[in-house]
């Protein structure tokens, strides 16, 4: 059987280095490689393709989201630099999840499972810190101390047992640096630490002496991390 398939990826060696090694299999048929799901997306409704080769952490839509958007999504075998995506992608019953930089021999194995239709193992990721700029210098953070954090301006507040803290680093790339198996994301402004949560009711969510709101476009997503 000949599986047709897109690459979707904004980096462009990425691109490259997954098309080179599509060419290289005989039972893959390269049929588009695209910048971002958008154009993905165009694509696929005209005609549709078996599997996607998909980045999770894309500009304008994450590769997450863009499957959400799919009444009928193809296989997906999910491609990033981000280990912290492994337990949300699993939830759509990927091929395989590929960490950057991609070996041509872990790829392969990637797509022999596409004969057994078996779905990946959550990898075993231990994340158990993030580092992150504070006075200039890169301070060291337990997940297990973060109770939560909100954007401040040009910064943002690591709220912790200990105290506040304050770190140069944009909302979108503390995102990426914290692992989606510990916290989620309530608010525009705010990502909270799931083990950390006390009460959920309505549109609030406390954290020790904290009442955080939870912004309308996030409650069903919050409801089923935190009540399933």
Not at 78 to 94: D, K, L, P, W
Not at 168 to 174: D, E, G, M, N
Not at 211 to 221: D, F, I, M, N
Request: proline letters at 4%; glycine letters at 2%; hydrophobic letters at 45%.
């Amino acid at each position: 059987m000949i599986y047709t398939c897109f690459v979707i990826d904004d980096e462009p060696m990425a691109r490259e280095i997954l098309e080179s090694f599509v060419l290289k299999v005989d039972f893959l048929q390269l049929k588009g490689s695209y910048t971002n799901p958008v154009e993905a997306n165009r694509a696929y409704l005209q005609d549709p393709v078996d599997l996607f080769f998909l980045d999770i952490s894309m500009p304008e839509i994450s590769g997450l989201s863009f499957l959400k958007t799919l009444h009928h999504p193809p296989k997906v075998i999910f491609t990033t630099a981000y280990a912290e995506y492994a337990v949300e992608s699993y939830e759509f019953n990927a091929v395989d999840y590929l960490l950057k930089p991609i070996a041509f021999e872990r790829f392969l194995k990637a797509i022999n499972k596409l004969a057994t239709n078996r779905p990946f193992a959550i990898p075993q990721f231990k994340i158990d810190h993030v580092f992150l700029r504070v006075n200039g210098i890169d301070k060291r953070f337990l997940i297990q101390d973060i109770l939560f954090v909100q954007s401040y301006g040009n910064y943002i507040k690591i709220f912790t047992e200990e105290k506040v803290w304050l770190s140069a680093i944009t909302f979108k790339a503390l995102e990426k640096k914290l692992p989606a198996s510990n916290f989620i994301r309530i608010h525009r402004t705010t990502i909270v630490n799931i083990e950390k949560v006390n009460h959920f009711k309505q549109k609030t969510i406390s954290i020790n002496e904290h009442e955080l709101t939870v912004g309308r476009s996030y409650l069903k997503w919050v409801k089923e991390r935190l009540v399933r």
